[in-house]
């Protein structure tokens, strides 16, 4: 199994970037979770937001509501995270996480449910 992130780097303060998780070696269909997590230095790996049940699911932790969007494309075995109104704070490292959905369909912010992770894309904020 591979999770490949993609789209990451340096904006302002008030920007916008797409951030994709390519996964490959997995059915990409209703068994599985995923997840977009952020590490920044010094903190803990957060939850950000999830999708699961071939998009019928989705969170959001409360930070990012309405900044961020997540989707996925099957066809592509992809899934999708829409940045809007960047701020300093959203600076860190972004990993996707694959997970079954048995494992991460009721707490898909937490980090404990998901097998597979990438290698993550780094976003920096300026202000």
């Known amino acids: 199994v591979q999770l490949v992130e993609s789209g990451g780097g340096l904006v302002q303060a008030g920007g916008s970037l797409r951030l994709s998780c390519v996964v490959s070696?997995?059915?990409?269909?209703?068994?599985?979770?995923i997840g977009w997590f952020r590490q920044a230095p010094g903190k803990k790996r957060e939850g950000v937001s999830c999708?699961?049940?071939?998009?019928?699911?989705?969170n959001y932790t409360h930070s990012v509501k309405g900044r961020f969007t997540i989707s996925s494309d099957n066809a592509k075995s992809a899934v999708y995270l829409q940045i809007h109104s960047l701020e300093p704070e959203d600076t860190a490292v972004y990993y996707c996480?694959?997970?079954?959905?048995?494992?991460?369909?009721?707490?898909?912010?937490?980090?404990?449910?998901?097998?597979?992770w990438g290698q993550g894309t780094q976003v920096t904020v300026s202000s």
């Open positions: 996480g694959a997970g079954e959905s048995s494992a991460t369909y009721y707490h898909c912010l937490s980090a404990a449910g998901y097998k597979y």
């Open positions: 070696g997995l059915t990409f269909d209703n068994d599985y979770g």
């Open positions: 999708i699961g049940n071939s998009g019928g699911h989705r």
